[in-house]
């Protein structure tokens, strides 16, 4: 309807855009069911911030809750939570494609370009089926996972609240949404391998992104994957044992977190919260209680995020990887940037920089603009929390449930701009790119 009237006024909008479009009607429509008196628990509303706030959240799966989920929504609000959870991690176009083939429709240039844009492809060509195949994988992964939680929760639940439980979990999960229907989160399975390894399963193969997932099927071999899926998977597994090993080393200083803890849950505790990070959100222990030192790593993991095309969020660590790379270069005096024997265009080196220095800054203004509306709280805290909302993690130490109005309303647009990503944000508020005729002279400047 949107793209008629568009149409009708001649107005021209490009795929970014329209990306903000339809997450922002989503929101919109997902905010006006979840503030119904039908979507709370003890039937009456949640209120407009709180319901705008939590909407958000899901449709930019990141997790970040002023409520209690479990106590505050009914089972329609769980369900809206739900459905907004799996528009916003696979993408309204997905969806989209879907339906259209559902109805024999066929789709033009225009809506492969804005499947272009949801999905983070860099081809124009197999849009269809890349589309197709995002589904199915997510129906795959959801199905296996929800079925494994639901026969390890069905002894303390029994079948039919364990296969609720399962699926709304297994979806939170794979989406990377952080969304819980426990009001301690995962610490009451702190030391439950199957929990744990379900869970981090779901939510490490929802990050590594669809392209990458599709790639890994076709050609299962490490000599053939495209070099995109290549870094992915270095850079993730990388970032999974550097972050065991030092959260786990760091936290051995620290016995207030791990209190009573064997070793093996300390184990299982330390691996968990050393890739949640990564953008899931979940959390088996009260990360308040974590050192300081290890509360500032899980920001630095937190900004870095999840692959690019995924479900994830954060500068993707394609991005971090390329910035690494090039600066490799740069100190050893090469004109070129490559890894794996491939060489990485100037432009990708360029938009790599820009995406993490636009990140950067938003991250630290929204951080000084929560230390202006929540006074109290420590600035590590607000630092925290204006990093899990931008790159859309979920994880908090204990602030988001005490915002002010003020903070609820800053950290709701800092999700939405998040979950964009600042390129597709920035080249969406652009005007219409213009060719100059005019060349300027070359002249250095010092750097350093």
């Known amino acids: 309807m949107l793209r008629q ?15 903000i479009i339809g997450f922002a009607l989503i929101i919109l429509i997902g905010t006006a069911l979840l503030a119904t008196p039908l ?14 706030f939590t909407a958000t959240s899901a449709v930019c799966v990141t997790g970040l809750t002023v409520v209690d989920t479990a106590s505050t929504f009914s089972m329609f609000g769980e369900i809206v939570l739900l459905v907004l959870i799996q528009l916003g991690g696979l993408g309204f ?27 983070k492809s860099a081809h124009v060509q197999g849009l269809v089926r890349l589309s197709l195949n995002i589904f199915l994988i997510a129906v795959l992964f959801e199905a296996v996972g929800s079925l494994v939680l639901t026969l390890r929760l069905m002894p303390d639940y029994g079948l039919g609240l364990a296969a609720y439980y399962g699926v709304f979990h297994s979806i939170s999960a794979f ?21 744990k390894l379900t869970i981090t399963v779901l939510f490490l193969s929802g990050g590594l992104g669809f392209t990458v997932l599709v790639d890994l099927y076709r050609k299962r071999r490490w000599r053939t994957l495209s070099l995109n899926s290549k870094i992915s998977l270095m850079a993730s597994g990388g970032l999974v044992a550097a972050g065991f090993l030092i959260v786990f080393g760091l936290e051995l200083l620290n016995p207030v977190a791990y209190q009573s803890m064997t070793w093996w849950e300390r184990s299982w505790v330390a691996f968990f919260q050393a890739v949640t990070p ?25 900004f870095i995020g999840a692959s690019s095309g995924s479900t994830g969020g954060g500068i993707k ?7 690494i790379v090039a600066m490799y270069s740069s100190i050893r005096g090469r004109e070129q940037v490559h890894i794996f024997e491939r060489r990485i265009p100037y432009d990708i080196v360029l938009r790599a920089l ?19 509306t929540e006074p109290e709280k420590d600035f590590i805290a607000l630092l925290f929390e204006a990093t899990s909302a931008f790159c859309t993690v979920g994880l908090s130490l204990n602030t988001t449930m005490d915002l002010s109005p003020a903070g609820k309303a800053i950290i709701t647009a800092t999700m939405f701009l998040g979950r964009l990503g600042p390129l597709t944000l920035a080249f969406a508020l652009a005007q219409r790119r213009k060719e100059t005729k005019i060349g300027y002279a070359e002249e250095k400047i010092l750097i350093g």
């Open 5 to 19: 009237i568009a149409n009708h006024k001649k107005i021209d909008i490009s795929p970014p855009q329209w990306m």
């Open 39 to 52: 979507a709370s628990a003890n039937g009456r509303s949640i209120g407009f911030l709180n319901a705008i």
């Open 93 to 119: 176009m997905t969806f989209g494609v879907i339906v259209a083939i559902l109805l024999g429709k066929r789709l033009g240039l225009r809506e492969r370009m804005l499947i272009q844009e949801s999905t």
């Open 175 to 195: 989406n990377n949404a952080g969304f819980i229907l426990w009001p301690d989160n995962m610490i009451r399975f702190a030391g439950d391998p199957v929990m």
């Open 278 to 302: 990564r953008s899931s959100g979940f959390n088996s222990i009260d990360l308040s209680l974590l050192m300081t030192a290890t509360q500032f790593f899980l920001i630095f993991l937190m």
């Open 317 to 323: 660590v394609t991005t971090f990887i390329v910035l």
């Open 354 to 372: 820009s995406v993490i220095i636009i990140s950067l800054g938003a991250v630290m203004f929204v951080a000084f603009l929560l230390t202006i």
